[in-house]
């Protein structure tokens, strides 16, 4: 079933506002011996106490350093890999509020080094920093505009000093030498977290970095690092769902820090900024006893708890941060506020409810399933299956202090956002009156067990709950203990809190369409380019890196030994691969044909969800897969159909047979069609609102495929509206009837399998063939251009695209290096360049991307989004490194290592293994593609690397597209890369 706020559940993921919680039982103490000896006593087995849980399903040991860190260590071997977390606990609440957005700023600080890290010459630097934080201070205290612009004027000039003795990115480089993947860190209320995937055989390395920066940070490179902070306001000034969520945090909480300053910051902050204050914060804040370290991967316990005591027990501990709640008064009236942008209107609700470690807030994590849990809750029923409003859903906000409730929704055509209000607070009503099943909450119980043990395949998701878990100041017994609290929540416990919570007061915010006037003119600052000495090392680089390391072999999928291949009595081809750890399972039926074969096949996957069958209503349908723990999903790409089912296999065979009967035997509904075809094209209109829509795919595809493309190709409203439900069910019930083939992981051994599909997966005797792929021709793309469209935004966001070669295997190897080097990730050249030394955006990449098809052409895609009155320098700096690679021999090496430690450590298993093998054969291949670059990037020199850019990047045309605000845009610069057109939203949507 389509999951509707997919993205928006991930955008509150990625601001750091989700909460994990975990199960239960009873303490137990242990004992661990190392044996080999510390740093303090090399010749002495130190013992190490630990911690744990009977009953955790991580096995996890958490141990308290003598300095007081706390160290959390869980052995999964699913790969040699391990992810770490770093997690303080300071968060942007605990920002002085005359320096808002300091815990985040500091954040990107922590990437810049020590006095040992990111420094070539410690001595002159350190003189030359301390003058760049004496004239912040000044120019803070500055208010008089001459002397403000004298005094930037100063502090970029002695910036440009220190940075001839700072080697940037250092910690970058390292990093990826090392082969860590996911190196990033995010801010939010509560915490600061540092985040890297490493292989397990660079442990030591990466406590070594990690404690030295732990250890120390120093602010080097601080007014280009600020200007791309800067950046990412103004990302979230053009964002309308940031500005909406802080509208809401703001009226649920007016003296607390949640709702009073944001993560952020505000811009009177961060155009005065204090490097004092931020030294400071980070004496305060970043000590041994307000730290935690979360791994979880292939990890040795004893081993691994002396390498971190070896590198971390040094630093020493301090006064432990206080921090003092606001007590915020009732809210006994709705607190109304409207945001105005160009995005599609919606509404928001939040209600106030306790913090993480009480009763209510398990609670309430309950009555959030209640409503929204993707397939059987009020608000996925009552709301969404029966298409009273565009798409709504539920989801919490649970912090240590307070939480929040949110309901939110977006409206159908003609409907006003009171209405949508009102819908939103009945599905509340139902609660606090317990008007939902008595076996919902079981269901729920279980399927949060379901969501659980598959969560513990991810060793992010494992390392994750130990942060949750020090970040709420919580034992692991008494965070465990939350999943025996959650299961043991009644219907008279979810009334008693809804009608307790849900009163009267509570924040409602207006989402409407149209331009915001209140937002600010950012100017752009004076900031000369600093050298980024990319052919230069610290002393603690090569230290580090010249460290022997135990080599690891990579392991390569071998399609044939890895999966089986079984047939069904109808001949269809069953692909298998047994799940050996736990008891769920996923099956797919895929077809060769998708909506470039008939555009109504995406709306008869959509359809299928609003249907029942004669047994089953709509809603009876989806009550049957929840109580089941099973879920099911049919969708349509452009020249591939998905059928799939998921869940608990001990109920397998009941879910395939409720799964088979809706696909043989959907029961049309006229209503459905006619409120589905309703939300088709708002949800169209809406599309046109949306700026990443508008840039990634719908100007995308016209510049790839001309007006008629994957994208525009779709029913007009005259033929939707002629649509009969008769149409759309005839296509589902067909799906079965034509040639495709199985894939199953799961743990039901090959032959029950068989048997199992044999009975229930319905076929004709002769089944037919799949209708020839239908691909639209690809656009040649010669001449230069530019395309852009109008968008009321503060940045303008710029994509450079250029169609390449058709897809070739054999220069995939040299494709990897060269994304690698070039724009991949923070150590890349592009991000160097734009971000780090011209201080242009907040991001910037570059990459070749090859086809995912044979017979299709790869594309060069590289993106910056900018302050509008950068653009020129913007577009003026991507073109010169895409058209003059700059040569840098040490990022080079840093690129090899990375690609073959990441490639060395990398394990594809579970059902990965099929995809894989599904990406292959669309490639023509019969083996796995990581072993020709593992084995050929090795050898590979910069002169081969040149070659490539210059026969495939340098100096080919370019179509350019470009949105911004039409009164920001220099079209003066845009001319200079081609004829500027302007498309309309009608042209590159086709409606």
Not at 154 to 163: E, R, T
Not at 226 to 246: C, G, H, I, M
Not at 470 to 492: C, H, I, N, S
Not at 590 to 598: A, E, P
Request: proline share 5%.
């Amino acid at each position: 079933m389509k999951k509707p706020f997919l993205l928006l559940f991930l955008a509150i993921a990625a601001l750091g506002l989700t909460t994990q919680c975990q199960s239960t039982k009873t303490a137990s103490t242990g004992n661990a011996t190392a044996d080999a000896s510390t740093q303090a006593s090399p010749s002495a087995a130190k013992e190490y106490k630990y911690e744990t849980v009977e009953g955790d399903p991580l096995k996890a040991r958490i141990y308290t350093l003598d300095n007081g860190l706390t160290v959390y260590l869980s052995d999964y071997d699913d790969a040699p890999r391990i992810q770490t977390y770093l997690a303080v606990r300071a968060g942007s609440k605990n920002d002085p509020s005359t320096a808002t957005g300091l815990a985040h700023y500091l954040e990107h600080m922590v990437f810049k080094g020590t006095s040992r890290l990111g420094t070539q010459n410690w001595g002159a630097e350190k003189t030359e920093l301390a003058k760049i934080e004496a004239l912040y201070e000044q120019y803070r205290g500055t208010r008089d505009a001459g002397q403000r612009k004298n005094l930037y004027h100063q502090i970029d000039s002695v910036s440009g000093v220190a940075a001839k003795y700072a080697v940037a990115n250092e910690y970058d480089k390292i990093m990826g030498t090392i082969g860590s993947k996911g190196s990033n860190a995010y801010t939010s209320v509560e915490q600061t977290v540092y985040q890297e995937d490493i292989p397990s055989n660079q442990l030591e390395k990466w406590a070594a970095i990690q404690a030295e920066r732990l250890g120390e940070m120093v602010p080097r490179l601080f007014h280009t690092e600020l200007e791309a902070v800067y950046e990412e306001k103004n990302r979230t000034l053009d964002n309308d769902f940031s500005k909406e969520f802080q509208a809401l945090n703001a009226s649920l909480y007016k003296k607390h820090q949640y709702g009073t300053q944001t993560t952020i910051g505000t811009i009177e902050h961060l155009q005065n900024p204090s490097i004092t204050e931020i030294k400071s914060y980070f004496d305060k804040y970043y000590v041994p006893n307000n730290v935690a370290l979360a791994l979880s991967g292939d990890l040795d316990y004893d081993q691994t708890i002396r390498l971190i005591d070896q590198y971390f027990g040094k630093l020493p501990r301090k006064a432990e941060p206080t921090f003092t709640v606001a007590q915020e008064a009732p809210i006994t009236v709705p607190v109304v506020k409207q945001i105005v942008g160009p995005d599609a209107e919606n509404v928001m609700l939040g209600f106030r409810f306790p913090g993480t470690t009480t009763p209510d807030a398990v609670v309430l994590r309950m009555i959030d399933k209640i409503l929204t849990n993707g397939q059987a809750g009020l608000i996925d029923l009552n709301l969404n299956q029966q298409q009273k409003v565009l798409q709504a859903a539920s989801f919490t906000d649970i912090n240590n202090d307070y939480s929040s409730h949110i309901l939110y929704a977006t409206p159908r055509q003609g409907q006003s956002l009171d209405q949508v209000r009102d819908l939103l607070l009945a599905q509340l009503d139902k609660v606090k009156k317990g008007d939902f099943p008595d076996w919902l909450i079981p269901a729920i119980i279980n399927n949060e067990k379901l969501q659980r043990t598959k969560s513990y395949e991810s060793n992010e998701s494992r390392a994750g709950a130990f942060v949750a878990a020090f970040v709420a100041r919580m034992p692991w017994k008494d965070y465990l203990k939350q999943y025996d609290e959650f299961g043991a929540v009644t219907k008279a416990d979810v009334m008693r809190v809804a009608n307790q919570y849900y009163g009267p007061g509570y924040a409602l915010i207006y989402k409407r369409t149209g331009k915001d006037t209140s937002t600010p003119k950012v100017v752009k600052p004076a900031i000369t380019p600093v050298p980024v000495n990319r052919e230069v090392a610290s002393a603690f680089y090569k230290e580090v890196v010249d460290k022997p390391t135990p080599e690891l072999q990579p392991v390569f999928v071998d399609y044939k030994k890895d999966i089986q291949e079984l047939k069904l009595t109808s001949g269809i081809p069953v692909f298998y691969t047994r799940n050996t750890e736990n008891e769920l399972f996923n099956l797919y039926y895929i077809l060769d044909l998708g909506t470039n074969n008939d555009p109504k096949l995406g709306l008869a996957a959509d359809y299928l969800q609003y249907l029942g069958t004669d047994k089953y209503s709509a809603a009876q349908l989806q009550q049957e897969f929840y109580k089941l723990g099973c879920s099911f999903s049919v969708s349509s790409g452009a020249d591939r159909v998905y059928v799939s089912l998921a869940g608990l296999d001990s109920n397998f065979e009941p879910a395939l047979q409720l799964f088979e009967s809706l696909l043989a035997n959907p029961k049309p509904d006229a209503k459905a069609l006619s409120d589905m075809v309703a939300g088709v094209l708002k949800a169209r209109k809406d599309a046109k609102l949306n700026k990443q829509v508008i840039l990634s795919q719908a100007m995308v595809n016209y510049a790839k495929y001309g007006s008629k493309n994957p994208f525009t190709t779709q029913l007009s409203e005259k033929e939707l509206k002629a649509l009969k439900p008769q149409d759309l069910t005839a296509l589902t019930k067909k799906l079965t009837s034509y040639q495709h083939r199985a894939l199953y992981y799961g743990p039901r051994p090959a032959d029950g399998l068989v048997a199992v599909l044999n009975t229930a997966h319905k076929t004709p005797p002769t089944l037919t063939p799949v209708p020839a792929s239908k691909d639209f021709a690809e656009q040649p793309m010669k001449d230069r251009k530019v395309y852009w469209v109008d968008y009321n935004m503060v940045q303008a966001e710029i994509l450079f695209l250029t169609k390449g070669d058709v897809y070739d295997k054999n220069i995939v190897p040299t494709v990897s290096l060269y994304n690698e080097y070039f724009g991949g990730g923070m150590g890349s050249i592009v991000f160097q360049e734009l971000r780090e030394s011209k201080a242009l955006a907040y991001s910037a990449s570059s990459r070749y991307s090859n086809a995912d098809k044979q017979g299709r052409s790869n594309y060069v895609m590289s993106y910056i989004g900018t302050q509008s009155d950068k653009l020129p320098e913007a577009m003026t700096g991507m073109a010169t490194l895409l058209n003059d690679m700059p040569v840098a021999e040490a990022n080079l090496q840093i690129a090899k290592n990375s690609i073959r430690n990441s490639i060395a450590t990398e394990r594809i298993t579970k059902s990965d293994i099929l995809f894989s093998y599904e990406r292959a054969k669309r490639l023509g291949l019969d083996y796995d593609l990581r072993r020709d670059v593992y084995e050929k990037t090795v050898d590979m020199s910069f002169d081969d690397l040149k070659k490539f850019q210059e026969a495939k990047v340098k100096n080919q045309a370019q179509t350019i597209l470009v949105i911004g605000s039409k009164d920001r845009l220099n079209f003066k610069e845009l001319a200079k890369y081609g004829k500027v057109e302007q498309l309309t939203l009608k042209e590159i949507f086709g409606y």
